[in-house]
């Protein structure tokens, strides 16, 4: 069973930056496609950032390059890097996974933004 485990959320000022990180482990992890959704207010996620098994990195809109995506293929760790963060990007982040035609999701971890 593929497990997602987030950490590096927290509080943080505006304009402060912060480092998430999603431990993926599993069968066929390696092969997965990984990445980071936020969920701000009410149901809907969005995209922040993917990075592809090929070594494609896809960033989402919202974090208008402030969202930055690693991945360490031996660790089996992805991380994000938020930078210059806004009251707005406050919200629940969450690591998922796409392999074999599933998708799985970490548990997610939260980040506050205010002064």
């Known amino acids: 069973q593929v497990q997602l485990v987030e950490s590096g959320g927290g509080s943080v000022l505006p304009g402060g930056s912060l480092i998430l990180s999603c431990r993926a482990s599993?069968?066929?992890?390696?092969?997965?496609?990984i990445g980071w959704l936020r969920r701000s207010s009410g149901p809907q996620l969005e995209l922040v950032a993917m990075a592809w098994d090929d070594r494609r990195r896809e960033d989402g809109e919202f974090a208008e390059g402030r969202a930055t995506i690693s991945r360490d293929n031996i660790k089996m760790i992805v991380s994000l890097a938020l930078t210059n963060l806004k009251p707005e990007d406050a919200g629940d982040y969450y690591c998922?996974?796409?392999?074999?035609?599933?998708?799985?999701w970490g548990q997610g971890t939260h980040i506050s933004v205010s002064a």
């Open positions: 998922f996974a796409n392999t074999g035609g599933r998708a799985f």
């Open positions: 599993g069968p066929s992890i390696d092969n997965a496609n």
